[in-house]
């Protein structure tokens, strides 16, 4: 367990820092949208579905795995985790379920969000 979460650590890390250096050296944005993340998080989810095929047909090895998936991805974009969890119920013929993961994540984090950041206008 411990090597997991050391390989998770130091995955996250690199990955936190790619996307904060991509984000810094190509600033990207067209009408106000941070085209940048929007790539990122394209990228980042591409790179999972490659993962994640990879890791099911061909190696279980979770330290890579876990180094690869849940840390540099992870990381890198969150939306390559989501779309992970995503995906995996629907493979697993569970569409019902992925749908409500689907509408009850992106309702979710966007209501935490905008509550989060109402909290700190009414604080100031």
């Not at 997991?4 to 995955?11: A, K, L, N, T």
């Not at 989501?82 to 379920?97: A, D, M, P, V, W």
Request: with cysteine; net charge positive; glycine share 10%.
């Amino acid at each position: 367990m411990l090597s997991s979460i050391i390989v998770v650590f130091f995955g996250g890390a690199i990955g936190a820092v790619t996307r904060f250096l991509i984000s810094e050296w190509f600033p990207i944005a067209k009408f106000g949208i941070p085209l940048t993340i929007i790539i990122i998080n394209f990228f980042g989810c591409f790179l999972m579905g490659v993962c994640d095929g990879l890791f099911q047909n061909f190696t279980q090895n979770y330290k890579v795995r876990h180094f690869l998936t849940i840390g540099f991805l992870g990381s890198f974009t969150t939306f390559s985790s989501f779309s992970l969890e995503f995906f995996t119920l629907l493979r697993s013929n569970h569409f019902i379920e992925g749908l409500l993961y689907l509408i009850f994540s992106l309702v979710i984090s966007l209501l935490g969000f905008l509550l989060g950041y109402s909290l700190i206008k009414l604080l100031s």
